[in-house]
């Protein structure tokens, strides 16, 4: 089993940055799609942003285009998700998600809380106004 451990939320104000990191207990590289999905108050996984790790494609939902990018770290295996000008709707749980996926898929699926396997605890992002 896959574990995801992710690291870097907090309480900023709005128009603030952060930066979450998700490190996988394996490699995770050609073959794997991997995602950061927000809980939302109502507890529901709504898609952020993803990446074919082999092929680089990465993909975002409309709300965070121009402002949040997914990047991976071959040499240290790392997921990142860079978040500027933060907004309160951006608040919640991140939770990183892997999947082993060698088919290309488009950005609905790569953006689906069923396409994935593994899944991490989260780490809390809080922006307020």
């Known amino acids: 089993y896959v574990q995801l451990v992710e690291s870097g939320g907090d309480s900023v104000k709005a128009g603030g940055s952060l930066t979450l990191s998700c490190k996988p207990s394996?490699?995770?590289?050609?073959?794997?799609?991997m995602g950061w999905f927000r809980r939302t108050p109502m507890n529901e996984r709504e898609g952020v942003a993803a990446?074919?790790?082999?092929?680089?494609?990465?993909y975002y939902s409309d709300s965070v285009k121009g402002r949040f990018a997914i990047t991976r770290d071959k040499a240290t295996n790392t997921l990142y998700l860079q978040m500027t000008d933060l907004k309160p709707e951006d608040s919640g749980s991140y939770i990183c998600?892997?999947?082993?996926?060698?088919?290309?898929?488009?950005?609905?699926?790569?953006?689906?809380?069923?396409?994935?396997?593994?899944w991490g605890q989260g780490t809390q992002v809080t922006v307020s106004a």
């Open positions: 990446l074919a790790a082999g092929a680089g494609n990465t």
């Open positions: 998600a892997a999947t082993e996926q060698m088919e290309m898929i488009g950005s609905a699926l790569a953006l689906a809380p069923g396409t994935y396997r593994y």
């Open positions: 394996i490699s995770t590289g050609g073959g794997w799609y």
